[in-house]
């Protein structure tokens, strides 16, 4: 099994935020198996202010890469992106489009 940690903002207005929380709560059918298809065993998303950090816990098969194909090709999934985009921000520094940032681990116990 493979773990990523990955972080994005929110934008900072707290209804915003609350309405995400509140799409996160039960997320569609569709958007569960899209992930699972992709070789993600589990995902969680945590939050601190507007900070989100989401762990990613995925079977050896697993790449960022096919699942972007996938996504690319879902329009469930595209319908989806679309609709949380209205509430995410890009972390400055990185690049154009990107949303969710894949960190770099640099402690284990």
Same mark, same amino acid.
């Given at each position: 099994?493979?773990?990523?940690?990955?972080?994005?903002?929110?934008?900072?207005?707290?209804?915003?935020?609350?309405?995400? !929380?509140?799409?996160?709560? %039960?997320?569609?059918?569709?958007?569960?198996?899209?992930?699972?298809?992709?070789?993600? !065993?589990?995902?969680?998303?945590f939050?601190?202010? %507007?900070?989100?950090?989401? !762990?990613?816990?995925?079977?050896?098969?697993?790449?960022? !890469?096919?699942?972007q194909?996938?996504?690319?090709? %879902?329009?469930?999934?595209?319908?989806?992106?679309?609709?949380?985009?209205?509430?995410?921000?890009?972390?400055?520094?990185?690049?154009?489009?990107?949303?969710?940032?894949?960190?770099?681990?640099?402690?284990?116990?």
């Open positions: 099994m493979q773990r990523f940690m990955l972080i994005l903002d929110l934008k900072n207005e707290s209804k915003l935020i609350e309405t995400y !929380e509140n799409y996160h709560k %039960n997320i569609p059918a569709h958007i569960a198996e899209s992930i699972r298809a992709s070789g993600i !065993e589990s995902m969680e998303i939050r601190f202010e %507007n900070r989100l950090v989401m !762990e990613i816990v995925a079977h050896d098969h697993f790449s960022f !890469e096919k699942k194909m996938m996504d690319a090709s %879902n329009s469930k999934v595209q319908e989806w992106e679309q609709l949380m985009s209205q509430f995410q921000q890009v972390i400055p520094g990185t690049s154009k489009g990107q949303k969710w940032v894949l960190t770099k681990r640099i402690f284990k116990l």
